[in-house]
């Protein structure tokens, strides 16, 4: 089949986990179909090497876009628009008429189309449209208009997120089909819409990559670590959660430990999280050093959505898991089994001085953990999945 794949960001480097996602579903399903990728890039960002895309890709298009809050147009314009302002960014007239000329004449079985709010740009089209929610939105700004301290602010996030279930809603049902990240999302959809046709489709991850060992330096202190890109919310609110609630109480039982932040685009105020013994990076070379270089992940994410590259990568790392409900949602995994799970803040602290300290206890829940990403979360096995769904949607649409 010919597939045009419209994306928010250039799927290769894989630096994100959106571009994980997409730049492996492209590499895999590309063995069977003719893929063209459309995507956006914002104008502060270098032109990207788009050698290893075109390896899979026909067609590979890039638009820029403006960074967020930096176009007053647009911020000023979403105050009189009906869309939220994510959607408002996204919106371009270039890529509309593209995405038209190109589905005029390119004779496409299918439009995937990763997240909601770049939806605004296809033009009328009898394509079939499959459209993938990594997260459900409106539940993200929803989280951070509530938890944020801000309060002149909640007014206006609370007209966003209005304006974000609304038009998320509505995009769903313009689509021949849905996919979720996790069950849990595919339920939260059914309930707002009942009548939804929505299938699951997990995140995933390369075991193969993660469980090769690389060689590290031998270290004398127990490592905490936390991975996020700080493009988002949640791991914002989880990094400042963690070094000023968790890791104190930590400290006191193990003095000697350290915690590692790790992840994109790291705020002046998460940098400003760094000490004596918390260390901030930004983006590692190799992403396996950290895991490979840790003594276990802690993940105290409260804010919700799709699942968690960082809790599968360390998994398949062999790296032993503590975190929230909400942090490991979607992956099926048993607390106590798979990881320690809690949203107790004291609690996490007490399960992660009790894998620092007890090596047979983590290195069995990390056995078992990586057991569970290599029979559910391969990318082989979920590109299959979706590849199903392509051929089911497309041949709805000519029957």
């Known amino acids: 089949m ?13 630096n994100s986990g959106g571009q994980t996602r997409t730049f492996n579903l492209i590499k895999n399903l590309s063995k069977k179909h003719e893929i063209s990728s459309f995507s956006f890039l914002r104008t502060d960002h270098p032109e ?8 899979y890709c026909r067609q590979v298009r890039v638009f820029r876009r403006k960074k967020s809050f930096a176009s007053i147009a647009k911020i000023f ?12 960014m996204y919106l371009e007239d270039k890529i509309k008429q593209a995405l038209a000329q190109e589905l005029a004449g390119g004779q496409y079985d ?7 709010y770049i939806m605004a740009n296809l033009p009328p089209t009898i394509v079939p449209v499959l459209l993938a929610e990594q997260t459900i939105e409106y539940q993200v700004y929803q989280h ?4 944020t301290r801000f309060w002149p602010a909640k007014p206006f996030l609370a007209v966003d997120v209005a304006k974000h279930k609304y038009w998320e809603k509505h995009f769903w049902q313009e689509a021949r089909k849905v996919v979720a990240m996790s ?64 890791w104190p109480l930590v400290k006191v039982k193990l003095p000697r430990a350290r915690l590692w932040i790790v992840g994109r685009e790291p705020t002046p105020d998460i940098k400003a999280l760094a000490g004596d013994d918390v260390t901030v990076s930004g983006d590692v070379e190799d992403i396996r050093t950290a895991y490979q270089g840790s003594d276990l992940l802690i993940a105290p994410i409260y804010g919700g959505g799709g699942t968690r590259y960082k809790i599968l990568e360390a998994m398949a790392s062999g790296l032993p898991v503590v975190s929230t409900q909400i942090g490991i949602k979607g992956i099926g995994a ?23 300290t007890n090596r047979q206890t983590a290195k069995k829940i990390a056995q078992q953990a990586k057991e569970l990403v290599v029979k559910n979360f391969d990318w082989t096995g979920i590109s299959a999945g979706l590849d199903k769904i392509y051929e089911e949607t497309a041949f709805r649409h000519h029957s």
């Open 334 to 356: 048993q607390n106590r089994k798979h990881a320690l799970i809690t949203n107790n803040q004291q609690q996490l602290a007490d399960d992660a001085v009790e894998l620092l």
């Open 2 to 14: 010919k597939i045009l794949m419209l994306t928010p960001y250039v799927p290769y480097p894989p």
């Open 77 to 88: 314009k979403t105050g009189f628009s009906l869309y939220p302002y994510l959607v408002n």
């Open 48 to 55: 990207p090497d788009l050698t290893q895309l075109r390896k």
């Open 144 to 147: 951070f208009a509530q938890t």
């Open 183 to 246: 069950q849990d999302d595919k339920e939260k959809m059914l309930e707002l819409v009942p009548d939804l046709d929505v299938s699951v489709v997990p995140n995933g991850v390369d075991s193969g990559f993660f469980a090769k060992k690389i060689a590290l330096q031998k270290r004398e202190f127990p490592r905490l670590l936390f991975v996020g890109n700080f493009n988002w919310l949640q791991n914002r609110e989880a990094a400042e959660v963690l070094v000023h609630q968790i």
């Open 110 to 116: 299918l439009i995937h189309v990763e997240t909601y």
